[in-house]
């Protein structure tokens, strides 16, 4: 069976078509134009409003920028005047410190200069001292050169003098008496008046100690030992007294003037010896007699 056949009728002119499609390609380009058009206007917009904040935000750092650097400005000129402030300071103690050091440099070079001048003096007074003193000493030696046979006459002058004073001694002392002590066995030289006592002290053999004892109740001292009068008789030239040395009590008792009475302290032999008794009876004199070392020593 054949499909019925639609008649379309006779195709339109050629030229018709051509009019049709020119419209819509107008009608295409139109609109296109349009939607660019309204695209710029956005964009146009889009960039006055960036324009805008981008206006801003510059004036926003120019103004920040313009405090910034009025402040830095501040402290720039600040940090400046205290520079120069310190600088002035530290110029004025410069100054001070070197007016200072000249002041003590010339200080110490008068001081070195007058010292010098003195020690020049001194050296100069010392020289001349020197100088006077070689000369006295020259006239010296001459002196001596011309005395030197006066010292050897004085010499034998000194020499007999000596010998005289040692013939003089020896008689002395043999005018001094040898008595035995009261403890038997060892005899001593006694002196009975003040010159024998000299001539005792000049041997140099022992060491005396002249006393004056009064009778009383108390000991007393006599070199290191104590004494005690307790008996006296003028008319019979006798006494009593008491010793104590070397922690030990002694009585010496109804003893006669110039005889020696001896003890020992320490070893080593003492001798009390009693010239005179007083005529009141109430003191006597005497002298002790102790060696040069104790023989302990």
Do not use: W
Request: proline share 2%; net charge positive; no cysteine.
């Amino acid at each position: 069976m054949s499909s019925p056949q639609i008649n379309y009728g006779p195709p339109p002119p050629r030229s018709s078509t051509m009019a049709i499609v020119a419209v819509a390609a107008i009608v295409a380009s139109i609109a296109v134009n349009l939607f660019l058009l309204y695209q710029v206007n956005g964009l146009k917009e889009e960039s006055a409003h960036a324009r805008e904040v981008l206006q801003g935000e510059v004036d926003t750092l120019k103004e920040n920028s313009t405090a910034m650097t009025a402040a830095q400005r501040k402290h720039m000129d600040e940090l400046r005047e205290d520079l120069d402030t310190r600088s002035r300071q530290l110029a004025a103690q410069a100054s001070q410190a070197k007016k200072e050091a000249l002041t003590y440099a010339d200080e110490k070079s008068k001081e070195l200069a007058s010292e010098q001048q003195k020690t020049a003096a001194q050296l100069n007074s010392a020289v001349t001292e020197v100088s006077k003193k070689a000369d006295t000493a020259n006239a010296g030696v001459a002196a001596v050169n011309t005395d030197v046979s006066g010292v050897k006459t004085d010499l034998s002058t000194t020499k007999t003098s000596l010998d005289q004073a040692r013939n003089d001694l020896n008689a002395n002392i043999a005018l001094l008496k040898k008595v035995q002590g009261d403890l038997g066995g060892t005899n001593s030289m006694v002196a009975t008046n003040a010159h024998e006592l000299d001539e005792l002290k000049k041997l140099g053999q022992r060491n005396f100690v002249e006393f004056t004892l009064r009778k009383q109740k108390e000991m007393q001292k006599v070199a290191n030992i104590s004494l005690k009068l307790d008996k006296a008789d003028f008319k019979k030239n006798r006494f009593t007294l008491t010793v104590f040395a070397d922690d030990k009590k002694v009585e010496k008792k109804d003893r006669n003037t110039n005889e020696p009475l001896q003890f020992y302290v320490s070893k080593s032999l003492y001798e009390i010896v009693v010239n005179t008794v007083s005529k009141d009876e109430k003191t006597i004199t005497g002298y002790l007699s102790m060696p040069k070392y104790d023989a302990a020593r």
